[in-house]
């Protein structure tokens, strides 16, 4: 993957094509049969680089065990490495990859390096749990699971995709939250070794979300994963449009994302290898699963647009919407509110980048979750802070609908840490002085306290 990457910036290709595919079928070998036909239709067009395996839900939870009655809800559903390997010789020569395991995650991710010989692999840390109904694991062994895998993954010196800030986003969070998330997540894949990290960034998520404020936040995350980069880590850059975009009026879908790659590029407007990977949303993704003829034109729609604009941005036809005031602006808020919230994690939580750690996090209402639907009594403290949507982001609000800073929310944080057993007490903490530069304790009932 990382010299194909090379080798495109070198000769000044377009971005590596990514999409996920996977056709439905009542009959389990029907379907992995149908699925193989996709994969050769691909790989003899040569349009996409790299497969994604939508892989079946029963692959993800129950692989290589009876299956007899329960139900398949979609995907390709992949029971045994021989069929892994069967998908590995119909794709070539595109790359491929698929969905983590939601238990025995370790070993699920041994054996997708063995079987596929998976070009990246993809964590979820907190997600993909009981935290949504995705998985068996309780929110803590997922993320044990997880730092275990890798570290695996580490020792195959391959890349790794953190699948998190858009889980967030779905169930609510704010710009910030989902920001430091992925920061998090790039951290602690480098503490575990990791060298290469594909930073997904979801663009239209919530599907309310201006665009304006799309650039900045994947701006502002980009940036800061950024800072962790040097000889031992790099960092590769993988946009896409949102699940809950796209329209089901096929003609608008297909404007929806000639749109949405414009906003890719504009993420890092003035390095022209950027992005490295654009992860294609299927245009037809509202409405149907796409075949091979609709993801082979979404890629081509993909390309045209990123030709296009950036053809007419250099021909002055087009306005540089990426260095535009507002974005630069909204850019720096973003920065400045996020290496708030990170300062504090790492002065108040110990062993911040660990499964407790992150644990701790998510349970003291770091993550805003007001959209949870399982684990809210665990997670009280995400799940009772207000968001609201200003200015076409998201931002965590006092109950009178007044934004509220990250300096503010940071005693209630922090009071919830001490009162779960996840940091020592405030009062007698020697970084808590600066925990008062906000609000104090005056609006701690407003960002998720337990009563």
Known sequence: MLDRVHHGIEQHLPPLMRAHVGPYAEDREQAVALFLDWTKQLAKTRMLDILSIGSSQLTQSHFGEDWTGLSNGGGVPINNPAEYREVWEAARPMLVRTYAGTKHVPEMAKMHEEALDICWHALSF????????????????????????????????????????????????????????????????????????????????????????????????????????????????????????????????RAQLAAVTMLMDDIEPDN??????????????????????????????????????????KKGDMPEYGKSAMVEARTRSLLKEAKNMIKFIEATIPNTY??????????????????????????????????????????????????????????????NLEDIGFAPSITHSADSSWLASGSGGGQKEQYGEKH
């Open 126 to 253: 907190w997600w993909f749990s009981l935290l949504d109904g995705r998985g068996e694991n309780t929110v803590l062994q997922n993320l044990e699971e997880h730092f275990e895998a890798l570290r695996y993954i580490a020792s195959t010196d391959k890349a790794m995709e953190p699948n998190v800030p858009h889980q967030f986003a779905f169930r609510g969070c704010d710009d910030v939250g989902y920001i430091v998330s992925g920061y998090v997540a790039a951290k602690a894949a480098k503490a575990q070794g990791i060298r290469t990290l594909i930073l997904q960034i979801m663009l239209n998520t919530p599907k309310y979300t201006w665009g304006i404020q799309d650039i900045a936040k994947a701006r502002a995350l980009r940036t800061l994963v950024g800072e962790l980069e040097g000889p031992d880590f790099a960092v590769i850059l993988q946009p896409r449009g949102g699940l809950d975009y796209f329209s089901s009026d096929l003609e608008k879908a």
């Open 354 to 415: 660990s499964p407790r750690g992150f644990y701790s996090m998510l349970r003291s209402g770091v993550f805003p979750l007001p959209w949870l639907i399982a684990c809210k009594d665990e997670f009280e403290a995400a799940v009772n802070q207000p968001v609201q949507f200003l200015h076409g982001g998201v931002h965590v609000v006092d109950r009178e609908g007044k934004p509220l800073s990250v300096s503010q929310r940071l005693f209630g944080i922090a009071r």
């Open 272 to 313: 022209p290898a950027s992005p490295q990977i654009i992860h294609v949303v299927s245009y037809s993704e509202g409405v149907r699963l796409a075949d091979p003829e609709v993801v082979e034109e979404s890629v081509q729609i993909t390309r045209y647009a990123l030709k296009e604009y950036r053809r007419l941005k």
